[in-house]
């Protein structure tokens, strides 16, 4: 009954450090994205993969990278840590619904609490 | 702008009072849903509303979506010190997409 897994949960950055957080899921979802969550400021989509293999830039992409390697796991990576990108950061998964039919819910990880000094 | 309005953006209700949460959006949603966050964790889905004029409960919680599909509300009834938390309505404005779009949340706490 896993879901959706994050690691680590919190981690304090110096600027331009360098760090991955970890995702991934274990109910076959297509679907994979990842989030950042400011105070007062909603989700904000980093990126996003519809399947291994694929992945595309959402809203706020600068600074980070994503790999699709596998179903199950999807990656996020920041190279040069900087203060703005202190944000509690989320994975979240969906399966794929056919045009016409309505989107299923995404299922969302604990998060990851990132401090960045 | 926020694409998906929520309002209040706090509440404070004692314990045994009703209370609404309203979600508005400017355009035709393809599914609705209703998210739950307590501080240190992730986001609980709570339900999902596709069709115009849907009503649907769990417990003490029950969350409609207009006939136009553009307006969600969820309404606690006898609220509970573990109602609180912050609620989030997400959407998709299109149908078969990647994209959902998240309200900025409404902050409630029950006062015992």
């Known amino acids: 009954n896993a879901g959706v897994t994050q690691t680590p949960k919190f981690r304090i950055l110096k600027i331009g450090q360098s760090m991955t957080l970890q995702c991934t899921q274990d109910?076959?979802?297509?679907?994979m994205y990842w989030y950042r969550q400011d105070p007062g400021m909603g989700l904000k989509l980093i990126y996003y993969?519809?399947?291994?293999?694929?992945?595309d830039k959402g809203e706020v992409p600068n600074g980070y990278n994503v790999s699709r390697s596998t179903t199950e796991d999807f990656p996020l990576r920041l190279e040069l840590a900087a203060p703005s990108q202190t944000s509690v950061y989320f994975c979240?998964?969906?399966?794929?619904?056919?045009?016409?039919?309505?989107?299923?819910?995404?299922?969302f990880g604990d998060g990851t609490r990132l401090s960045i000094l | 702008s926020q694409e998906l309005e929520q309002s209040p953006q706090s509440l404070i209700v004692q314990e045994g009072k009703n209370l609404t949460i309203n979600c508005t959006s400017s355009?035709?949603?393809?599914?609705l849903y209703w998210y739950k966050q307590k501080y240190g964790e992730g986001l609980i889905f709570l339900m999902m509303?596709?069709?115009?004029?849907e009503e649907k409960s769990h417990e003490k919680i029950t969350a409609k979506l207009d006939e136009k599909k553009q307006q969600s509300s969820l309404h606690i009834t006898a609220s509970q010190p573990s109602h609180a938390g912050i609620y989030l309505c997400?959407?998709?404005?299109?149908?078969?997409?990647?994209?959902?779009?998240f309200g900025t949340g409404t902050r409630l706490k029950v006062l015992a």
């Open positions: 979240a998964s969906s399966y794929r619904q056919g045009r016409g039919k309505s989107n299923q819910p995404q299922h």
């Open positions: 109910m076959n979802h297509n679907y």
């Open positions: 993969s519809v399947g291994a293999g694929i992945t």
């Open positions: 355009k035709t949603l393809y599914g």
């Open positions: 509303l596709q069709k115009g004029g």
């Open positions: 997400g959407a998709a404005t299109t149908s078969g997409t990647y994209k959902y779009i």
